[in-house]
């Protein structure tokens, strides 16, 4: 069973900076697509930014110019670059990394907030 292990969250004034790493268990496995989702209080889940060895690189729109995601394939390891933070980027980001439509896996969270 692949794990995955992010760390980097924490408080931070608006305006700061906060780097995350995600990094997987299992070093046999290569992922199609690894990126970061996120989830405020009383929302839903949302996508942060991923890479995709097919698609690209996408983020969401509210970061684009703010975060900057990285990925060293060799080591299975992900990493979101925060700059600019703002209270609204609060929330529990979460790593995730999928194979295969069949096979994705989800880290724990990491909290991050921003206060103003």
């Known amino acids: 069973q692949v794990q995955l292990v992010e760390s980097g969250g924490g408080l931070v004034q608006a305006g700061g900076s906060l780097r995350l790493s995600c990094i997987a268990s299992?070093?046999?496995?290569?992922?199609?697509?690894m990126g970061w989702y996120r989830q405020a209080p009383g929302k839903q889940r949302e996508l942060v930014a991923v890479?995709?060895?097919?698609?690209?690189?996408n983020y969401a729109d509210s970061v684009k110019g703010r975060f900057t995601i990285s990925r060293d394939n060799a080591q299975n390891t992900v990493h979101l670059q925060m700059n600019s933070l703002k209270p609204e980027d609060t929330a529990v980001y979460y790593c995730?990394?999928?194979?295969?439509?069949?096979?994705?896996?989800w880290g724990q969270g990491t909290q991050v907030t921003v206060s103003s």
């Open positions: 995730n990394a999928a194979r295969s439509p069949l096979h994705v896996y």
């Open positions: 890479m995709s060895r097919v698609d690209g690189t």
């Open positions: 299992e070093n046999r496995f290569r992922f199609n697509t």
